[in-house]
């Protein structure tokens, strides 16, 4: 059985259908989770903001144009809500790695893979928020160039500007830590 597309969902949501707004939040609420998590390391808070976005969503959804796709829409929403966040705490916190070392490595190769994304997501919280978001988007959700300028509103060419200053300093610091070259 093929699924329903997003836009279909949408005008039937626009039409009084609660349950397609449903199906939505089903599909992206995870995805939008972990991209909001990656920013601000807190599963309550990811998890408020996530809220926030799906409630958000749900009121401005009228304003969704279905040239774009939902997912870009749902994701740009989720990214204004988490800058606004953590502008507003002025706070920075260690990015959250749920991955676990495999068991075919060897106890040393686990730590010295733990320790390295452990350093990776403190130097990428260090960075200015403008510049992790763009990695975030790029890296951990394989976003397209085109997407995260969609999503942070912003000119594609400032998205590969922010990106390449960003990969410099990240580059910098894991250097200045010891990971990399000698």
């Not at 707004?21 to 992206?28: E, I, K, N, P, T």
């Not at 920075?92 to 991955?99: Q, S």
């Not at 730590?111 to 510049?131: C, F, I, K, Q, Y």
Request: with cysteine.
């Amino acid at each position: 059985m093929m699924e329903t597309p997003d836009q279909d969902l949408v005008v039937r949501c626009l039409d009084g259908d609660a349950g397609a707004f449903a199906s939505l939040v089903g599909r992206y609420q995870k995805t939008v989770f972990n991209a909001v998590l990656r920013m601000v390391r807190d599963p309550d808070d990811a998890e408020d903001i996530t809220q926030s976005v799906f409630v958000k969503a749900y009121e401005h959804l009228a304003s969704y144009k279905p040239g774009h796709k939902f997912f870009s829409w749902i994701y740009r929403m989720a990214m204004n809500e988490t800058l606004n966040f953590l502008k507003s705490r002025k706070r920075l916190e260690r990015l959250d790695n749920p991955e676990t070392a495999s068991s075919e490595k060897t106890p040393d190769q686990a730590a010295e893979e733990n320790a390295l994304r452990e350093d990776m997501g403190e130097t990428l919280m260090r960075l200015d928020v403008s510049h992790r978001a763009v990695v975030v988007l790029r890296h951990f959700h394989d976003l397209s160039y085109d997407e995260i300028a969609y999503v942070l509103d912003l000119p594609e060419r400032l998205v590969k500007s922010r990106l390449f200053t960003a990969r410099q300093q990240l580059k910098e610091l894991l250097t200045a830590k010891g990971w990399g070259p000698s």
